[in-house]
């Protein structure tokens, strides 16, 4: 059974950097196409992916967040950390970790965890 | 960036009857070396994460129920709820995954008339 838990600060301040970390078991970050991915939602909006990081170390950025974001794995914890660099309000969103499968461009969203609302404000 | 757009932007059915929700991309989510649409439908219910309901278009994923199908090809797609349930109120997404950026549907609201 697949499951996946995020956690990290819910309140940060405009100009921090968010650092989010998933924590998944089920599967393994070994296993060849697999991946875990990061997709946010602000309050009352649409989805949006941020990043992905595949077994094989490959990943992948949202262009228009691309500056901003770092995703990285540690496949010994079974964990996935995004960070975010320079907040501002207009992050304020859910953030979801999910799991992946498939390679490349073309990854399928399969499970996702439930979710931390992170809110920025001075 | 792949453009996803769904509509309409919610529909009220009555219980029992038929929901149908579209969804059109731009361009084109048909890869013609193996003839598949890269594209997912999620059910998202109120507080809850997505749940991913059909992908390669019209593919059922494991445990849902058949009441949910998925059709189209290339450019239109189709998510239809034949007999409509209290448990199906949410919100549907679409999303393309022929290529990353990974882009998403505005989202088409479902609720009982």
């Known amino acids: 059974q697949i499951t996946l838990k995020e956690s990290g600060p819910t309140l940060v301040k405009p100009t921090q950097t968010l650092t989010l970390t998933c924590t998944f078991s089920g599967f393994s970050l070994t296993t060849s196409a697999v991946g875990v991915g990061w997709i946010r939602q602000p309050p009352g909006k649409a989805l949006e992916w941020l990043a992905l990081?595949?077994?094989?170390?490959?990943?992948r950025y949202s262009p228009s967040l691309r500056n901003r974001l770092t995703i990285t794995k540690d496949t010994t914890k079974n964990q996935v950390v995004l960070t975010m660099t320079n907040m501002d309000p207009v992050d304020t969103a859910t953030y979801y970790c999910a799991h992946l499968r498939g390679t490349g461009n073309s990854p399928l969203v399969d499970f996702w965890g439930q979710g931390i609302l992170v809110t920025v404000s001075s | 960036d792949i453009v996803m757009t769904q509509s309409p932007d919610s529909l009220a059915v009555s219980l029992g009857e038929r929901a149908t929700i579209n969804c059109k991309s731009s361009p084109s989510l048909l890869y013609s070396s193996n003839n598949k649409n890269y594209l997912a439908w999620y059910q998202q219910k109120a507080g809850q994460p997505p749940k991913l309901l059909i992908y390669w278009a019209s593919i059922r994923e494991s445990g849902v129920p058949d009441r949910f199908s998925g059709s189209g090809s290339g450019t239109d797609f189709t998510l239809t709820i034949s007999s409509l349930q209290a448990e199906d109120v949410a919100v549907y997404y679409c999303q393309q995954y022929y290529n990353t950026p990974l882009t998403f549907g505005g989202g088409t609201k479902v609720e009982i008339k």
């Open positions: 990081n595949y077994w094989s170390d490959e990943k």
